[in-house]
């Protein structure tokens, strides 16, 4: 039978226990708190709605790859930005003709330069020089002005460049950057880059190294099925 001083020390040992575990969470919350860029599960898609995304776009490398990419992105955003030079280029690099890129534009209202950039994007696309255009904007992003996209298309090997800026003046790509952005807006975005991998939809782009695990995968999937 446990007499009043054994009671206090349970209690108290009780107490002790409970306090230490409180400070534990207390210390991991403040000095060592989930990071918001945290890659999420990413979430898969219904046929319909990954044929759907494929519709439209510009194509970086074959339709026909076994894994492909749709990125809803922003040419004037930094994480974009370090997404396609930090994972997007090198998996292009090691998976070749096997991976392909289908770019959709959502210039975001905050980005000034974003949506004339996106126009500048459609414009070069409609020379066959999408890819050249997207390399070169996102190699020099911080001079990304109204004024540098005929520069940028140059450097892109656009062909005719009186053409390319008439272009982007009369804003001829407009119904289908909208149309991005409709569709992205019904993805329910939350951020640029949003990312589609062979149906699977990341809203947090994984790092270098964990997308190219997801190439793999996705690769191995289409395979052998």
């Known amino acids: 039978m446990t007499g009043p001083t054994g009671r206090v020390s349970v209690w108290n ?29 990413p979430q898969e898609l219904g046929d319909q709605e990954w044929a759907a995304l494929k519709a ?6 074959s339709p026909d790859a076994k894994v492909v990419l749709v990125e809803f992105s922003d040419f004037e955003c930094p994480a ?49 020089r999408f890819s050249e255009f997207h390399d070169v904007v996102y190699s020099h992003q911080s001079e990304l002005g109204d004024s540098t996209l005929v520069s940028f298309a140059d450097q892109a090997g656009v062909n005719d460049v009186d053409r390319f800026e008439r272009c982007v003046v009369d804003s001829l790509g407009k119904v289908d950057i909208e149309a991005d952005m409709a569709a992205v807006a019904a993805l329910g975005g939350t951020g640029t880059p949003t990312i589609i991998l062979n149906g699977s939809l990341w809203r947090v ?18 395979r052998s099925g």
């Open 80 to 128: 974009c930005r370090l997404f396609t030079e930090k994972s997007l280029m090198g998996a292009r690099a090691e998976f070749g003709d096997s991976l392909a890129v289908l770019y959709r534009s959502w210039p975001l209202s905050y980005h000034a330069n974003a949506y004339e950039a996106a126009m500048g994007g459609w414009c070069a696309a409609a020379q066959g």
């Open 56 to 61: 439209s776009g510009h194509w970086i490398g």
């Open 13 to 41: 040992l009780i107490q002790t226990v409970c306090f230490v575990v409180i400070a534990v969470a207390v210390v991991k919350q403040v000095f060592f708190p989930m990071d918001p860029s945290a890659p999420l599960k």
């Open 205 to 222: 782009p994984p790092d270098s190294a964990a997308f190219s695990l997801a190439v793999r995968a996705a690769m191995k999937k289409a």
